[in-house]
Nanobody
């Protein structure tokens, strides 16, 4: 059984920074893709950033140049460094991983609130 556990997040003023972490545990042979999504109240969940096993990254236009996704393959972890945060970044953030080529797993979600 695979489990994703997130940490980080919280309340920050506009212009500040936060770092999110997500650790996968369980019967893991490979992690093909890691990513971060977010969902604001009344809105659909959207992609924030993703990273492949080869290290290729993809960002939403709204987070490009402010957020950085990274991974530690040895530790089965993915990180999201968020800089220059804006009030519109306020949302619940979820990590997502495709594990063993067939399973899609989500973290429990963590609240990020950016005050103006």
């Amino acid at each position: 059984q695979v489990q994703l556990v997130q940490s980080g997040g919280g309340l920050v003023q506009a212009g500040g920074s936060l770092r999110l972490s997500c650790a996968a545990s369980g019967s893991i042979f490979s992690i093909n893709n890691m990513g971060w999504y977010r969902q604001a109240p009344g809105k659909q969940r959207e992609l924030v950033a993703s990273i492949t096993s080869g290290g290729s990254t993809n960002y939403a236009d709204s987070t490009k140049d402010r957020f950085t996704i990274s991974r530690d393959g040895a530790k089965n972890m993915v990180y999201l460094q968020m800089n220059s945060l804006k009030p519109e970044d306020t949302a619940v953030y979820y990590c997502r991983m495709i594990i063993n080529s067939v399973g899609v797993y989500w973290g429990q979600g963590t609240q990020v609130t950016v005050s103006s």
